[in-house]
């Protein structure tokens, strides 16, 4: 039975032979009418607190629940700048690793191609001296040879020319050295040993070559 401070009030007892004062019965149950009624008003206040402090608990946990997902989202925004900066990191890394050993390719190359320009122009140093050895060795055994032809001439000349003159006058005849430069002019001329130089120069070169 749901029992108000109205039906405490209103509330009749029944009257027995000796019964309770009705005044003292009617104090009584005014006062625990009131009573019950501070209970009630309480009870609403209690009700309408709870209420209230419900709906501020679920708008904590509302705050709480959006937090806590702001914060999900940051750290999952975190990681992903991070794992963005890492692969930007390791893509800027290996661009720069690639360059430079681009570089350093290129480097090699022209190191190689410069050593090889080196080693090409030693061989023809080296092939230019041979042939320069070469061919100064065959000036000087021409030089020696035509030496030889001019001596022999030079001789002949003499003994034809005592031969001559022995024929000619039975007396002594003083035979003057011989002119080199007598010689020279006339081994310009086109004499037989002139023509074997010449022939002797054609045979070498053709034998040398072109440096």
Known sequence: MKLTPIDIRKWEFKK???????????????????????????????EQKSKRLEKEIEEYRRVEK????????????????????????????????????????????????IEDEITRLTVLRDSFAVKLKGMLNSQIELLELF?????????NKVKEEVIAVDKSDPEPVIVEPVN?????????????????????????SESNGPL
């Open 66 to 113: 959006s937090l806590q997902e702001t914060l999900i989202s940051a750290k999952e925004t975190t990681e992903k700048a991070m794992q963005n900066s890492r692969k930007e990191a390791e893509l800027i890394v290996g661009d720069a690793e690639l360059h430079a050993d681009k570089i350093m390719d290129s480097a090699r190359k022209k190191a190689s191609k």
């Open 16 to 46: 027995g032979v000796r019964g309770y004062d009705k005044y003292e019965v009617q104090a009584f149950l005014e006062l625990a009418s009131e009573e019950f009624e501070k209970l009630q008003q309480e009870r609403r206040e209690f």
């Open 147 to 155: 030496e030889d032809v001019n001596k022999d001439e030079d001789e």
């Open 180 to 204: 080199e430069n007598a010689h020279e002019s006339d081994s310009e001329e086109q004499s037989p040993s002139a023509n074997m130089m010449d022939d002797f120069l054609k045979e070498k």
